[in-house]
């Protein structure tokens, strides 16, 4: 497996529970429980992915402004996490912000498989693609 592999694979779990979330209603176990799991993967991945694809990648040329804007994003989905912590369950807004991380998440892995993953498969070999994948894994395999 590479790199690539290893990320589509984690943004497709991500993906699953945003679908999941805005299809909850209210002050709810369900929406309690899918919001947790959703916020520990986006908090993981987010940080396996700056150590084990962002960090390696920041010193390339072609590279450097594409790995800060990702970084940025992270930054961005935090903030709107943050944002759900702060409001409650049955309020009407929280709906209307779960949909805006939804969005903006989306954007954010799409950007990543669509251009950042071709970019960056010109700069890692392909050694280098599988050595990231199994730190990366590893990573996500201990702090899940």
Request: charged fraction near 40%; proline fraction near 1%.
């Amino acid at each position: 497996m590479n790199i690539f592999e290893a990320i589509r694979k984690d943004h497709d779990i991500q993906r699953n529970l945003l679908d999941k979330l805005i299809n909850t209603s209210g002050d709810t176990d369900k929406r309690d429980v899918i919001f947790n799991s959703l916020k520990k993967e986006l908090q993981i991945h987010a940080d396996a992915e700056e150590r084990h694809y962002y960090k390696p990648l920041i010193d390339s040329d072609l590279m450097q402004d594409k790995a800060r804007h990702g970084i940025a994003e992270h930054h961005e989905i935090d903030e709107l996490v943050e944002q759900l912590e702060d409001t409650d369950y049955d309020s009407s807004a929280w709906l209307k912000i779960a949909k805006n991380l939804k969005e903006k998440v989306e954007h954010h892995l799409e950007d990543e498989e669509h251009k950042f993953f071709q970019l960056s498969g010109k700069v890692l070999s392909e050694k280098q693609k599988e050595a990231l994948a199994n730190s990366y894994s590893k990573y996500m395999k201990s702090h899940r």
